[in-house]
């Protein structure tokens, strides 16, 4: 499986909503800074994440992007799968798979099945709350040096 620059970039507008959550909503321009992705780019996103109901946008001069539900609640699957579409790690419809089959196939397809599985069993094991906790942990692990 390859993530496009839309599921990272995506991915990286949500951690910044997650380290955020419970204060002011984040500017589309905020996040953009401080991710590194063109604010153009970042509002298409956004506006996919908010119809998957991950986030909400509000207007107004106190307006902003805030996610829908606890960063606990939101996990990698739920973002990727609709940022990416297909987690599956062959690029083929099913209908051209049964098509298309050859002998090793049958021994391919049901490892290619597994892979999937275990690709999503890990996003959705994987929250929000879980990068955050990742990135506070690198945050204050303590540097010797010798």
């Not at 970039?9 to 589309?28: E, I, K, N, Q, V």
């Not at 800074?33 to 908010?50: S, T």
């Not at 798979?97 to 049901?110: Q, T």
């Amino acid at each position: 499986m390859k993530i496009s620059s839309k599921g990272e970039y995506g991915l990286r507008a949500l951690f910044d909503l997650a380290m955020h959550y419970g204060s002011r909503p984040r500017r589309s321009r905020e996040i953009a800074e401080a991710q590194k992705v063109a604010e153009d780019y970042l509002n298409q996103l956004l506006i996919i994440l908010r119809k998957a109901g991950l986030i909400h946008s509000l207007r107004g001069p106190q307006g902003g992007h805030v996610l829908a539900r606890p960063p606990h609640q939101i996990t990698l699957y739920d973002a990727l799968s609709e940022l990416e579409g297909s987690l599956s790690p062959v690029e083929y419809s099913n209908d051209l798979r049964e098509k298309s089959m050859v002998e090793v196939d049958e021994i391919l397809n049901p490892i290619w099945d597994e892979v999937e599985q275990q690709i999503i069993s890990t996003l959705k094991s994987t929250s929000l709350q879980a990068l955050m906790d990742r990135h506070h942990s690198l945050q204050t692990q303590v540097m010797y040096h010798i």
